[in-house]
């Protein structure tokens, strides 16, 4: 038996479960928001480095879309808690992240990180310079589909991943990690559930990439069927809204997934530019 809700159109639906949200709680995202505000002061310490990195990306016009400050904390505790030591970042944006990874790193560790824009890659440089990290950081120039083939060919290997550029390519990055990473390494990939809009066919775009959402929907198809990832996923709201994490181990099994094929890393794979609201 159809429910009222459910006979109408699904932009409307959520449209209407979102009002009678706000009725119910209030604005729920200013809650998020106040609860985020909350834990960080509560349980961080002051980061000057982290204000100053965010400070800098706001003067040179890059877009407020970094990891909120409890959420890069849980990146530096998950590399802890993983041990890691050679970390691989896609999407660098003004390094705000990245210097949550470098602080989880022991000595001789090293991150190495991947953004398509020269601009926000200066930015980060200068970022990841002033809070201490110059020698652990290398910051690559390009779209990821470049410069990826180029760590492999050069015999880089990571033992964790934090996957936070174009969604589009996401199922192609995770296979790159695969590879570049092998078991037992740790991938992390940001924004995978976008407002819900997996889940809604009509949805706009949260992250106003094109592609993204298809993108983001193909990593589920696959991922889940790849008998190489023992993963999960979790929805998150807080300061930056309503959107997920994926989090999964590089288990032993050698053998890929047929539908997999055509992630397969290859140096044909269509590049694509920057247009992402990660
Ligand atoms: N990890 C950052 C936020 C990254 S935002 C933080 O939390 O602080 C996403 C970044 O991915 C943007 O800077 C964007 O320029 C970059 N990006 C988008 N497409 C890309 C591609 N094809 N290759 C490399 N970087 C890309
Ligand atoms: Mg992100």
């Known amino acids: 038996m159809p429910t009222f809700l459910s006979i109408l159109p699904s ?33 961080l310490p002051a980061d000057p480095a982290l204000d100053a ?25 998950l590399a802890r808690i993983h041990g890691a030591r050679r970390i691989l970042e896609l999407g660098t944006l003004g390094g705000y992240s990245t210097i949550s990874l ?7 560790g090293e991150v190495v990180t991947l953004e398509f824009d020269p601009h926000f ?5 200068r970022n990841i310079a002033a809070a201490g990290f ?3 950081v290398e910051v690559r120039v390009g779209p990821a589909l ?6 492999a060919e050069e015999g880089r290997r990571f033992d964790m991943f934090f996957i936070d550029a174009d969604n589009r390519n996401l199922s192609r990055y995770v296979e790159w990690a695969i590879q570049l990473g092998g078991p037992g390494s740790l991938i992390v990939a940001d924004n995978v559930v976008g407002e819900g809009a997996i889940v809604d066919p009509q949805a706009d775009d949260p992250w106003r990439e094109e592609g ?6 193909r990593f589920y198809e696959l991922a889940g069927a790849d008998p190489r990832l023992d993963i999960t996923a979790v929805q998150t709201v807080g300061s930056k809204g309503y959107d997920g994490f994926a989090l999964a181990l590089v288990t032993d099994l050698a053998a890929p997934p047929s539908s997999s094929a055509d992630t397969q890393p290859a140096a044909t794979e269509p590049l694509v530019s920057a247009t992402t609201d990660n």
């Open 11 to 43: 932009r409307l639906r959520s449209g209407l479960r979102q009002r009678l949200a706000t009725r119910l709680i209030g604005d729920p995202s200013a809650r998020w928001a106040a609860v985020d505000d909350h834990i960080c002061a509560s349980l």
């Open 53 to 77: 990195a965010l400070a800098e990306g706001e003067a040179g016009g890059l877009p407020p879309i970094t990891v909120s400050r409890n959420q890069g904390k849980l990146l530096e505790l």
């Open 102 to 108: 470098a602080r989880a790193l022991p000595e001789g």
């Open 121 to 125: 890659a200066e930015v980060a440089r």
């Open 134 to 136: 110059a020698d652990l």
């Open 146 to 151: 470049e410069t990826l083939p180029a760590l």
């Open 212 to 217: 993204g959402i298809e993108g983001v929907l």
